[in-house]
């Protein structure tokens, strides 16, 4: 890049949400015209910077100069205008509004001052959609009618009506295709050729690999590189900048692996269980006393398999036994009736009744325990809820209090209080310690950890890779929807799992027989990505070379830039 | 329950810990105690207007024996709906199903069974109508906004289908007398004692079955209800067809009360209903709400209805009254559950 001032300077951004310091001392400077790229693992920190950039959040420190002035955007308008343009994951766009409407939605070119003039922002949404390569999509049709591609274009087609400077793209390449992935990245190497800015968020390496220019690595809320070459720097290196850590995680000791005496039988047996575009056929077998954690990025497809176990999903195939007895697919009362409980990825909205106190949080799965004829028996309740939450040492020792006084990490002892109590015996866990101060973690990993050696079976989701490393006795590490390597907890290390679940390079098991790895190397017209849905759990697609061992010499990848338009 | 021999060892109930109400929990009981209280001081200030503005009309036997019997009908009703709001939901229908149960119980062909006959007309009507209501909403997807909708206006055109406009004069004699002086207990009209059963049954099936509370999880937190293993599509039946049979009652003791049977029952009731559990604590959005302040609400409007009914006053300034006690009785909720 030349000296010149960088188009945006943002310096020491401090930002902090009740009990969560998520941004501590960020910088990010981006020139004209590159493609910065910003890596990180869940929860570093990149969405909030974002959202800071964009106006959506204010940061409590730090400071932004755009195109060399200080600005403090207040609100996502006032960042529009600055020629910032943000594109979320979730789109926002109005379905029931047309593609012309959505361009133009507030600031719609007018006569007069307020008559529409629909017609000439019909005719400016095609040109932008020509500009943007998608000249077939007609400015008429309800948003609503198009494919998630195409309301990508949609959104990248309003930021371009305005004045804009500075694309973000918060992962755009999670919803698409090979070739919709190829298309994007046209798009981008057209828009920086015109000087624009990208900011480019993604988890695929090889993605950053292909159009980055620079990268910028949060971990832990705090800038660990800024404006490295994107395609210079080793792999070994952009990983070991993501996953080193601050904060370091105490887990409690694991049961002795070769207890005597043969193995107990499997209390849940899963056999070809899949959903159509969340997750390949799976198998799994946990036994009592056993912990076995699912890796995966967010969209890997854990939380749905999870969900699907329990009967919240309706599975497309396969089948979930306890005890070798079928469960009735799709129905959670049967999978609870079965001995199975769900602490879900979202607390709040999925496990907990935040008006009610914490005894009737965690009652509500057993009641008809504490009562006899409907009529509830209230002294036994509140003694049993008691009795669960203390052997969980949930504080404060009220179970009286309401839920929604209690710390994240209290909450959800209160959910696993709601399982102990109803005598559950395999444990569904996503994403535990979401929400929970790091703090806390320890001792919710030996509450998690005590729980399996009472003779629990767990199943553990969780995107921290070190949670699952730490806790669990048997990890499955998933990718797209597939179970791309199973290994026992300790074979495995941090760097080993990011690469299989990043899909950055080295092919999972010996070798990938039998994958859908063929897609070679980079700079191909369709693109290195993953399985792309096709079966197969060995490869995952993009294997240069066959690096061995976590420590291996750097799989430095040569593309050429922007594929020829 | 059956459930397989658990490794986890369920936990075992022990004896209640003497500290079964600590500070936080009276301090709860406090604050629903305080909204109950102001409820009981808007009643009491009523009253004093009453007795100030007619104090010999207002305070007289008679009178707060009708203000306690006009209280009964729309009471039985706002009880049901109670429920049903405190789960998410809503049922505009309770008028139109009052309106078809009474006529439906008062046909000729009805009354030859007597008085048995018109109750249990009265009761199955509502049920069936809650029925359709719980079965469209619960396993039909339908909002329950527009479900209910629905059954007001099939409800109400139903009714004037089968009186064809006209009044059905009720001859059964043992009906008839439950509505006179005679009938009183301790001065009390069997109607008053209907709906103080009513409300007595309501308030020990939310607080002390397991049937309120699996309604208040699935008005408090759907998807956390389902997810925690609870049958939320039969609970949602049942609530309706809980709200339906209140109806049905509610029907009854209207047709006792005006010795007839009308198309034009039981009109705005779900306004009425409606209003009557928002002002007594009970949230639109569901999870939470008391049978005792949905109870208090009846009585302060129909005690408002009395005393400008007694000054001569026009329903429109009635109407305008009630209004403003909707809006102050939310903010004044709002602002103690915001401090």
Known sequence: ?565 | MTQPASPARPVTEKSPPPDGAAGPWRALAARADLRTLSLLGVLAALAVIGGVTQPDAFLDTDNLQLILTQASVIGVVTVGMTFVIISGGIDLSVGAIVALASVWATTVATQEYGFAGILFTAVVVGLGCGLVNGLLIAYGGMVPFIATLAMLASGRGLALEITDGKTQMVTVDGVLRLGERDAYVLGVPPLVLVFAAVTVVGWLLLNRTTFGRRSVAVGGNAEAARLAGIDVRRQRLYLYLLSGLCCGIAAFLLVVLSGSGQNTNGNLYELDAIAAAIIGGTLLSGGRGTITGAVLGVLIFTTITNIFALNNLETAVQQIAKGAIIVAAVLVQRRASTT
Not at chain 1, 62 to 72: D, F, K, L, P, S
Not at chain 1, 215 to 225: E, F, H, I, M, Q
Not at chain 1, 299 to 305: K, L
Not at chain 1, 519 to 534: D, E, H, M, V
């Open chain 1, 1 to 565: 890049m030349a000296p010149e001032p960088p188009l945006l300077r943002m310096s020491g951004i401090t930002k902090s949400f009740p009990g969560v310091r998520a941004l501590d001392g960020v910088d990010l400077h981006v020139q004209a015209g590159e493609v910065h790229c910003l890596l990180g693992q869940n929860g570093a920190g990149k969405s909030t910077l974002i959202k800071v950039l964009a106006g959506a959040h204010q940061p409590d420190g730090g400071t932004i100069a755009w195109r060399g002035e200080h600005v403090a955007p207040r609100s996502p308008i006032a960042a529009m205008r600055l020629g910032i343009a943000t594109i979320y994951q979730e789109l926002d766009l109005v379905e029931h509004l047309s593609v012309a409407e959505n361009v133009f939605l507030g600031h719609e070119p007018t006569a007069a001052g307020f008559v529409v003039r629909p017609g000439r922002a019909r005719a400016a949404t095609a040109a932008l959609l020509t500009r943007l390569g998608h000249a077939e999509i007609d400015p008429g049709r309800l948003v609503g009618d198009l494919s998630a591609a195409q309301q990508q274009i949609v959104s990248m087609a309003r930021a371009l009506s305005h004045d804009v400077r500075l694309i973000v793209m918060d992962e755009p390449s999670a919803a698409l295709d090979p070739d919709e992935v190829d298309n994007l990245f046209r798009v981008i190497g057209d828009l920086t050729a015109e000087g624009v800015a990208v900011v480019y968020i993604s988890h695929r390496l090889e993605e950053i690999r292909r159009i980055g220019d620079r990268v910028t690595v949060l971990k832990d809320g705090r800038a660990v590189a800024v404006g490295l070459p994107a395609k210079q720097t080793p792999t070994r290196e952009i990983v070991a900048l993501m996953t080193g850590r601050t904060v370091e995680y105490v887990f409690p000791e694991r049961a002795p692996a070769d207890r005597p005496g043969a193995p107990p039988e499997p209390v849940l047996t899963v056999h070809g269980l899949a959903r159509h575009g969340e997750f390949a056929p799976l198998d799994l077998e946990l036994r009592p006393g056993e912990i076995v954690g699912l890796a995966g990025l967010v969209g890997s497809g854990r939380s749905e398999i999870l969900e699907t176990v329990y009967g919240a999903r309706r599975p497309a195939a396969g089948h979930v036994r306890v005890d070798g007895r079928p469960l009735r697919p799709g129905s959670v009362r049967a999978a609870v009736r079965a001995g199975l409980g769900l602490a879900p990825e979202e607390r709040k909205a999925q496990a907990l009744l935040m008006l009610e106190s914490v005894t009737r949080n965690v009652s509500v799965s057993s009641m008809s325990r504490f009562s006899r004829g409907g009529w509830l028996d209230r002294g036994a309740e509140r003694a049993a809820a008691r009795a669960a939450t203390r052997e969980l040492s949930l504080r404060p020792d009220n179970p009286s209090v309401p839920v929604r006084t209690l710390s994240g990490g209290n909450q959800q002892k209160a959910v696993l209080a709601r399982w102990l109590l109803r005598g559950c015996r395999v444990l569904l866990l996503d994403e535990p310690t979401r929400g929970v101060d790091v703090g806390a973690r320890a001792e919710l990993y030996a509450v998690v950890r005590g729980l399996a050696d009472q003779g629990l079976a767990v199943l553990l989701v969780s995107s921290e890779v070190p949670e699952v490393l730490g806790l669990a006795d048997r990890v499955l590490v998933l990718r797209e929807g597939h179970v791309v390597h199973t290994a026992r907890a300790d074979e495995l290390d941090e760097p080993r799992v990011l690469d299989l679940v990043l899909g950055s390079g080295r092919a999972g098991g010996a070798g990938g027989a039998g994958g859908a790895g063929g897609a070679g190397g980079a700079g191909g017209s369709s693109g290195p990505r993953g399985p792309g849905g096709t079966g197969g759990t060995g490869g995952t697609g993009a294997n240069r070379g066959s690096g061995s061992t976590p420590g291996a010499p750097e799989d430095t990848v040569t593309t050429e830039g922007s594929p020829a338009p």
